[in-house]
């Protein structure tokens, strides 16, 4: 079987390979800029904020950047796909994204080697901002290398949800930080397997919900004055209607987990959260009946076959991720397949093909996340998982000086390298194409 690109009929502004971003954007020079600028504490001065409105602006004009999360169960495998190009950079997209958040489950050994994969097919444009590993779990964040001094430092957390802790094959590691004044948060978990374990699964999001201990050192709540909102334009003409007037206060809403009912949770907050991996929830629907369904599917957008996927029942509900949206799935389940085959499970178990790699997403504003695209890469098959990925548009805010900023700081080695490939690359398919045109 052969599946074509989610959402493939909406093309967005991304040349495949080629960015618009490409160049870096030298800083301006200004004496009094200069002087209250840090770029590793910051300022808390308005006039030159690294992190305001007038530099947010000169990078975003609409205020808007484009997020790609990406998921995999990579099945443990030493051997990597020789090209990634349909998972990074699908067709689907003209232009490289300005960040790419990835995440694996039952990660390769080969950890390193595949870093520097991702990062030679991104090209020189894109750095490897962050990169942790929890057990078989592991988070990659490339973001464009003139965007990183906008970063504030990354802080990770981990959660097993295994009954003994140091088994560290299912879990959640998630990773956050701010970029300006935004504040982002992402977790990749892998929930427990098996075809009748739903329950354990909501369960093992409770605990992930309730267990990562993020933000630890960085304020999240860091916007600046925006005087372009309408927020802002409402709470400045009501002092300047009454400047005398006491205003009462509110009392503080404190923020209760929707699931379990204690106060406050990890995804609550966050600006926005993106929470995607193996999450093993499963079709529950007789598997010849699936694969008929399989068959027709993208002719109703396979609707039909997603309106049997427990997930999406449990979140109608409001029984799991209270609050988390997904974007409309067109594409056929990605797992179980036989390795490097088109076939599903034909093993003595024969598993209902499913849904179980997910990317879901949260914002505290509603319209700060838009969805653009959804979907799954048929041609990677050497797991038993296909990957998938979701692009999104995220707005942004401008922030203070005032958080401990990541001061540039990267991946270099894993940069040098890459790029080092992908000078190579350029340098052999040019020899050959001279010796096409000489012949």
């Known amino acids: ?229 309408e927020e802002d334009r409402k709470t400045k003409s009501v002092w300047k209607l009454k400047p005398k007037t006491k205003q009462k206060k509110s009392p503080k809403k404190v923020a209760v987990s929707p699931i379990s009912g204690k106060s406050d949770d990890c995804t609550s907050r966050f600006d926005c959260v993106f929470w995607f991996g193996d999450m093993n929830f499963r079709l529950d629907h007789e598997r010849s009946k699936v694969e008929e369904l399989i068959k027709h599917g993208h002719k109703s957008d396979y609707k039909e076959l997603v309106a049997h996927d427990r997930l999406t029942n449990f979140m ?13 799935i067109r594409f056929p389940p990605t797992y179980k397949f036989d390795l490097n085959t088109d076939h599903y499970d034909t093993s003595p178990k024969l598993r209902v093909p499913s849904y179980t790699d997910r990317v879901l997403y949260k914002c505290k504003k509603a319209g700060d996340i838009t969805a653009l695209n959804y979907s799954n890469v048929p041609s990677i098959k050497i797991s038993d998982h296909r990957p998938v990925y979701a692009i999104f548009e995220v707005k942004i805010r401008p922030g203070r000086d005032t958080i401990p900023l990541a001061a540039g700081q990267f991946d270099r080695e894993v940069y040098i390298e890459a790029n080092r490939r992908r000078a190579m690359q350029i340098n052999v398919e040019r020899k050959q194409s001279r010796i096409c045109s000489i012949m």
């Open 1 to 229: 079987m052969s599946f074509g690109c989610g959402m493939g009929t909406r093309r967005f502004s991304m040349t495949r390979g080629k960015s618009a971003m490409a160049v870096v954007n030298p800083v301006k020079s200004k004496s009094s800029f200069l002087t209250v600028r840090s770029y590793l504490l910051g300022s808390s001065m308005s006039s030159g904020a690294l992190l305001g409105q007038d530099e947010l602006e000169r990078y975003f004009p609409d205020r808007r950047m484009t997020v790609f999360v990406g998921t995999w169960n990579m099945h443990g495998e030493k051997d990597l796909p020789d090209k990634i190009d349909d998972f990074l950079l699908p067709e689907c997209c003209e232009y490289v994204q300005d960040m790419y958040v990835m995440g694996f489950q039952e990660g390769t050994p080969a950890r390193r080697e595949w870093e520097i994969r991702m990062q030679e097919t991104l090209g020189p444009t894109h750095v490897l901002f962050y990169s942790g590993t929890y057990g078989v779990l592991h988070v990659c964040v490339f973001i464009r290398r003139d965007l990183i001094w906008f970063c504030s430092v990354a802080e990770e957390d981990t959660v097993s949800t295994r009954a003994f802790s140091q088994i560290k094959t299912k879990g959640g590691l998630a990773v956050s930080f701010n970029f300006f004044g935004t504040s982002f948060l992402f977790i990749n978990s892998h929930f427990t397997s098996g075809d009748n374990k739903a329950k354990e699964r909501i369960a093992d999001h409770i605990k992930i919900c309730e267990a990562i201990s993020l933000p630890k050192m960085v304020p999240v709540n860091q916007h600046s004055s925006d005087p372009s909102s």
């Open 316 to 328: 109608k509900k409001e029984e799991a991720f209270v609050g988390f949206k997904e974007s409309q």
